[in-house]
Every structure is written in C-alpha cells, then in structure tokens.
C-alpha cells in the first residue's frame, strides 16, 4: 500500500511485528517505487491511544519514540542498523525508514524460528561478534552508552547480520564517572512510562540512583549474550533468559540468584569474561577491550570472514594473496555458514573480474565436496555468479582455464541445455584462444561433452576448431588434437568427414609427425574405411 507519510516507497499493510522501546514501534516490509524497487522495513507508530491523554504526557511518551531514530540516524557502522529515511511525523503517526531486515531477535523468539538463526557455531560466534562490535563503537569511537540492548533492539538483516538499534534510552557520557539516566523503574506498570527491559538492565539502572556507566552497557550485552547461547544451545523460546523478572522486586531477588543459573551452556573460554560481564558490581565488570582480548574471540576462522569483508580496501596483490590461501580452509567451513556468509562475499569481489582466477578455484572446492550443494542451492548461490562470468565482455584467460578445467564438475549441477547454451561457446572460444594451456585444457573436455550436446553444436563450433588445431605448428597440440579426434569422428556423417574431416587429416599428413601421431592418424583411416567405405591409400 501507499503512505501519506512515507513518500516514494510501497508498505505491507500487516506488520512483521513489533519492536523497540516496549515494543511500539511496528515494522513494516517495503520497497522503494523507482526502478531498483529497493527492499526496505518502514517502522511505524499510531498515535490514536495517546489521543485523550494531557499533552505533557503525550509528548513526554512521543520523546522517547522520537529519540531512537534522531539517534540512531547520527551513527554510522557496520553493526548499527542504517536509516535510510529519518523520522517523519503527522498527527495520526510518525515513521521512519531503515535498511531491509527480517525482524528483531524478539520477533524471532516469538515466531519459534530461532533455530534458522543458530544453525553453525561460526554463525552464533559471528551474530556475538555484531553486537560487540556495535558497543565497542558506542563506548570507544561516539562515548554514548546505548541502555536498551535487548532481544527487541536487534535486527537481523538479509544477509545475517545482527544489528543494534533501539537507541531511545542512549544517553552521551562527558567525562569519566557515572551518569544520571533519567530512567526510572519506580512507576513499573504503567503502560505510559517507557523504560528499557527490566531482565537486561543493569543493578544501577534499575535502582533509584539511575545512576550509570558503560558498565551498565557490558551488563545488558552480557545478558544478550547468555540467551544467543541458551538458543543456540537448546532452541528453547520458552525461557531463554538469564534473568525472569517481571517487577523490580523480582528483578532484584533475581540478581541474588544469578550465580545459580546454568552457565554449562557457555563454551568454557567464554565463561570467565561472561561472568565479569555480569558482575552486580559495576565496578567490577569487565570493560569492552576486556571482551575482546578473551581467547574465544580469536578464532581463525571468523578472523578469515572478517578479512574477507573488507578485502575490497586492499591492494590487488593482498587481495590476490588472501583469496589463494582462503581456498586452503574451505574443508573446515560449516557449509551453512559458508552459503550464508562467505558466498554473498565472494560473488561480490567476483564482479572485479581480475580476482576471477582467485575466487573461481574458492566455487569448485565446495563444488567437487560430496553433497555440499543441492541443484537448487547452486543454481541460487553460485550459477548466476558463473554465467555473468562467462557472458561478460572479458574473461582472464586463467579463469577461462579454470571454468574448462572443471567441465565435469559443472555439468553435475546444471540443466544440459543451459551448459550447451552457455559453455559450448566458451569451449569454441578456448579451443580457439591461442594459449596453449587452455586449448589443451578444452581439447581434453571435448571428449567428455560429446554425448551431452547436439550434434549441430559439436559440428558448427567444435569440430571446425579441433580440426584447426589438428594441424597447430605446435606439435604437442597437434598430438592431443588428433587423439581426441579419434575419439569423435564417429560421430559425424559422411558429409562432414568428406568436406572437413579427411581435408584437414590430408593437411596433417603433409606435417612432420612423430610416431604417436601418425598411428592415430592410421586408426582414424582405417575407422572411417570401415564405417563409410572409405578406400584407404596411405604412402
């Protein structure tokens, strides 16, 4: 449907569900109307409950709505969800407009689907990393402690990566020490009063003071973090929280209690930061440098994803150098995660046709593992990638080699019309290129096609190029050229063997030959003679 409010952009009239600050806000799928149609999520807010209220209660409830997109439009990272539209507001709502996700982590609790979200360790580890990420940039790089990290606060995008957004309570901290929030428990229970989610708050902010530092931040992220790892662990959305309070009383008997909570579901070099990271005592938390210098964090492979997200900054000799080695720990990737992180990643770099050579040897590593892929999950993840590839205006002759090299591994995956419409092409182009490692390379494939292309195809743009490279000067072609003829030339009927075949066997024979090459050259007579009545004369 079309908004009043929202310009140039069409939105679903139901909601994905409900988010942010006491889950307000309702976010919306959408999509732009110019050309692109570009994918976007329209979060929404109606303010027809707040209609009879005093104004001062109804601006003092909109202020805190207001605050999270003005904020959240002020910070730029990877980890913090992107605005893409900033707040927009008339009587009955006000709306604003950020990147495509598919829900909060809240959502995906509610809806049962927690299990799409943690189906490799690499991908929980990835999703914990986002979060840190996202607050280290807070505290370090813009000194603002966010006070509202929670299940409804984090979006998860398209491509699977969690971002933080929810900054309604995010307050800026001056100068060392703590810092008065304004955030108030002591009116629990009335629907007008916004506060963060009590189970991920921290001690001092729940307790009158309001008092707070970027510890209270550590405390939330540490509480997110239990439950990413109780899902992850069990997919239990019944009761995946560190702490179960619904009352500031019950928050605080909760507290006393959390020594005794399960914590076997922590990976064991996880558990000493996430103890500090919990601490009642603010002063006694861990700090965000504390985080990341724990052991648990320097796992080569999620160091490997990393740099490959920013391999596009690189110098082409680094980029060159890193996509070489990545190839080596292909066999250790989930193939999940693989398919969900490191595809998207390399079918982008891939359009820089010069990492062609680089990325391909990536695609066939996967490709030639037993039941990796489906059809469907190639034809989605890879094919589209490869024909691009394969019908640009320009194709490195090393990747060209690499693509013919792995015909076979091709060929398992896709529809034979769509191999014969593409690839025959480029095999024509191959066997006439001129390198004598990729003419080789197609010669040695065309045996292997022959039974899986028409015949009008391996008559009009094979077997004329085979032929030519039958009498190639360069007497190691030639010899592969005639072997491989030998293996053909039943195929064709008499017309072509009169007007084509014994024309260029008659041009070969006046060439210096070696023994192996005369031989086949006899065998491929004395087939024909059998097979056409040919008279065979040979001097």
């Excluded at 619904?246 to 006393?256: C, E, N, R, W």
């Excluded at 006439?432 to 197609?442: L, R, S």
């Amino acid at each position: 449907m079309g908004n009043s409010l929202i310009k140039h952009t069409n939105i679903e009239k139901e909601p994905l569900g409900n988010c942010g600050v006491n889950y307000q806000w309702t976010m919306h799928e959408a999509h732009r109307t110019d050309k692109l149609r570009t994918p976007v999520t329209v979060f929404m807010y109606k303010k027809k409950p707040l209609k009879k209220l005093p104004t001062n209660v109804k601006e003092s409830f909109l202020h805190v709505l207001r605050k999270d997109p003005q904020m959240l439009s002020q910070y730029k990272h990877p980890n913090i969800l992107t605005v893409m539209d900033n707040l927009m507001e008339d009587q009955k709502k006000m709306g604003f407009v950020t990147e495509k996700v598919l829900g909060s982590l809240h959502n995906f609790i509610q809806w049962a689907k927690v299990s799409s979200l943690f189906a490799s360790a690499t991908e929980t580890k990835l999703h914990i990393i986002d979060l840190c990420e996202a607050v280290r940039f807070l505290h370090c790089d813009v000194r603002v402690c966010h006070l509202g990290i929670s299940p409804e606060n984090v979006y998860i995008t398209p491509d699977g990566k969690w971002k933080l957004g929810g900054f309604s309570f995010a307050t800026p901290m001056g100068m060392p020490g703590n810092v008065d929030t304004g955030i108030d428990f002591s009116l629990e229970g009335n629907s007008l009063h916004l506060t963060p989610r009590l189970n991920f708050t921290a001690p001092e902010v729940v307790s009158s003071s309001s008092n707070c530092s970027f510890a209270a931040d550590v405390f939330s992220l540490g509480c997110i973090i239990y439950t990413i790892f109780k899902l992850a662990y069990d997919g239990d959305v019944n009761n995946p929280y560190l702490i179960n309070a619904d009352s500031v009383s019950g928050y605080q008997k909760a507290i006393k209690m959390l020594e005794k909570q399960n914590f076997s579901i922590i990976p064991q070099d996880f558990q000493p930061i996430l103890f500090k990271m919990i601490h009642p005592d603010h002063t006694k938390r861990a700090s965000m440098n504390d985080i990341f210098s724990a052991s648990w964090f320097k796992d080569p492979i999620v160091q490997a994803y990393q740099c490959l997200e920013t391999l596009r900054e690189r110098e082409y000799t680094q980029q060159q150098s890193f996509l070489k080695g990545f190839v080596k720990i292909v066999p250790q990737l989930e193939p999940r995660f693989a398919k969900t992180r490191i595809l998207p990643l390399l079918n982008n770099l891939v359009k820089e046709v010069a990492l062609a050579s680089s990325i391909l040897p990536i695609y066939f590593s996967m490709m030639q593992t037993p039941n990796y892929f489906t059809k469907e999950e190639f034809n989605n993840l890879i094919w589209p990638t490869l024909k691009a590839l394969v019908t640009g205006k320009e194709i490195p002759g090393q990747a060209l080699n690499q693509i013919i090299e792995n015909t076979k591994s091709i060929l398992q995956y896709v529809d034979p019309q769509d191999y014969q419409t593409l690839f025959v092409p480029l095999l024509g182009k191959s066997l006439g290129c001129g390198v004598q490692k990729i003419q080789i390379a197609a010669l040695k494939k065309v045996i292997f096609i022959k039974d899986k292309v028409d015949y009008v195809s391996l008559k009009s743009v094979i077997l004329p190029k085979v032929l030519k490279l039958c009498i190639d000067p360069n007497i190691d072609t030639r010899k592969v050229a005639v072997v491989v003829l030998s293996r053909i030339y039943q195929i064709f009927d008499k017309s072509v063997v009169n007007e084509s075949i014994l024309e260029a066997l008659e041009k070969l024979r006046q060439l210096e030959n070696n023994y192996l090459i005369n031989m086949t050259v006899l065998k491929i007579y004395q087939g024909l003679a059998k097979n056409i009545g040919l008279e065979v004369k040979l001097t």
